[in-house]
């Protein structure tokens, strides 16, 4: 499906591995000019975007930051317009969990966890906004959420489980404020995708991995690359019609049963 995004410009943070290297492919065939950010592997992200470029035959740009700084998620957003000149789509998809003890969990953790999900996902959006809402053109905004904001989950993600419900929160509250400026925004909430974590408990220890395959009223898990389906499918006017929506990617475990 041609879904309209030759030429557009995504900024897509964490973009160049996991779930992002996902999305990141799936704009890319699409004909999508990138910003893929990244924090720390620069080889790697660069490796990534020459092979986009290489194999799709678009143009994309690389660049480093803290998503949960100011300064950094100007930068990220200076690459854009100075690579592209404009900014189009916004996917927030960097972030990280904490997994520990409840009463082992420091005030460093917290907001460690807090600046690299929710404070991330909002800086990231309001520079967005602030950019795209004066120059009167349309914009998209997609969050990458859990399922661990709307359901239970393994023990020791207090942190994470916080902040991703913060992150549901504020993706309909994004959306009741910037809709009548033309910018769409939605959620997509993925559930056991073989990408980082999940992929290492595969390699490393395959019966827990068959027991949350189990899990899984679909007993399979995603791919990065289905994710990237429905969150380029949300950034296209195809559809228009969803506004403040989290959609579930879970293949089912969601469904509680």
Known sequence: M?????????????????????ISEVFAQEGANLVINYHRNKESCLEFACYLSERYGIRTATVQGDVGKEEDVAAIFDCATQNFGRIDILVN??????????????????????????????????????????AKRKGWIVNILSKASCTSTTKGRVCYVCNKSGETGLTHSLAVDLTEYGIHVNGVMPGFVMANTLKTQYETNRAEFNQRVERVPLKRVGEPWEIGT?????ASDKCELAVGTCVDMTGGLLLGY
């Open 230 to 234: 429905m969150v380029a499918f949300l």
């Open 93 to 134: 998809n960097a972030g990280r969990g904490v997994s520990k003890k409840f009463t082992d969990i420091t005030l460093e953790d917290w907001n460690q966890c807090l600046n690299d999900n929710l404070t991330g996902q909002f800086l990231m959006s309001r520079e967005f906004a602030r950019r795209v809402i004066p």
């Open 2 to 22: 041609d879904l309209g995004h030759k030429g557009k410009t995504v900024i897509i943070s964490g973009g160049s591995k996991g779930i992002g290297a996902g």
